[in-house]
C-alpha cells in the first residue's frame, strides 16, 4: 500500500535553533519526492522537489535529504525564523503507467517557532 | 505569470445545499487537480483533469464532479453538501511534461 508517513506530528521550537522533519515514504514506483511549506489557511508551496538520483537539496535555510534505499526523506530548517511557523508537507510522487502521477501526501508537521 | 486562482476563497453552505468551486490554473498549464483538507486527514486527492478530460480520480462520493473547459479552467461541484463536508479545497496546476504542482490559496467551505 502506497503510504507517506511524517514525524513528528508537531513541533515547537525557539526562534534561532535548527530543526528536522522526517518522511517515511513506501511508494512505488517511486519518482520524486517534493517538502511543501503551507502557512494556515493557504495553499502549499514548494520548497524542494527531489528525485531518484538526488541526496541533498537546499533553498535557502531548508536543506532536503533523500535516502532512496531507506526510503527516507528529510528536511532540516537552520536558524528557524517566526515566519517558520507553518505546516511541513512531504509528497511522494508514482509514475503511473498512463503516463500520468499519483501523489501520495503526509498528513504533515506543525511546525511552531517562538520568539 | 500570474499564480493559481480559486473563487471564491470563503464559502457558507447549509447541509443539502450544492456548490460550485472554480479554479483558473497557471497560463500554459493544462492539468488541474482538486484537494480536499481537513485538519484529521490531511489532503485527500479528489481528482485530476487534463485537456477537458478526467484521467484520475480519487475516493470520494458521486457527489462529489467536476470538469474542465477548454482554456483549462476547471470547476469542482458538491452536491447534497453534508457537514463532513467542510474543509479546504484546493485546486493545483502542472505543466505539460512537468511533475511539479503549482496549488492555489484554497476555498475554506463551512457546511452548516
Keep these: ?34 517538502w511543501y511549506k503551507q502557512d494556515t489557511g493557504r495553499g502549499p508551496v514548494s520548497l524542494t522537489i527531489m528525485t531518484f538520483s538526488e541526496n541533498t537539496k537546499s533553498n535557502g535555510r531548508y536543506t532536503a535529504t533523500l535516502d532512496a534505499d531507506t526510503k527516507q526523506s528529510s528536511l532540516h530548517i537552520t536558524a528557524s525564523q517566526l515566519s517558520d511557523s507553518a505546516s511541513y508537507i512531504c509528497v511522494v510522487s508514482a509514475a503511473l503507467t498512463s503516463g500520468t502521477y499519483k501523489y501520495i501526501f503526509g498528513t504533515g508537521t506543525r511546525l511552531k517557532v517562538l520568539a | ?88 479545497y484546493l485546486c493545483a496546476s502542472t505543466p505539460v511534461g512537468g511533475y511539479e504542482q503549482y496549488f492555489g490559496p484554497g476555498t475554506r467551505l463551512t457546511v452548516t
Design chain 1, 1 to 34: 500500500k502506497n503510504q507517506v508517513e511524517q514525524s513528528p506530528q508537531s513541533l515547537i521550537i525557539l526562534e534561532g535553533k535548527n530543526c528536522t522533519l522526517q518522511c517515511n515514504y513506501t511508494v512505488s514506483p517511486f519518482s520524486n519526492l517534493r
Design chain 2, 1 to 88: 505569470k500570474a499564480g493559481v486562482t480559486q473563487t471564491p476563497r470563503y464559502l457558507i453552505k447549509t447541509r443539502g445545499q450544492q456548490v460550485t468551486l472554480s479554479c483558473s490554473p497557471i497560463s500554459g498549464h493544462r492539468s488541474v487537480s482538486w484537494y480536499q483538507q481537513t485538519p484529521g486527514q490531511g489532503l485527500q486527492f479528489l481528482f485530476e483533469y487534463f485537456s477537458e478530460t478526467q484521467r484520475n480520480k480519487g475516493n470520494f462520493p458521486g457527489r462529489f464532479s467536476g470538469r474542465q473547459f477548454s482554456n483549462s479552467r476547471s470547476e469542482m461541484n458538491v452536491s447534497t453538501l453534508e457537514l463532513g463536508d467542510s474543509a479546504l
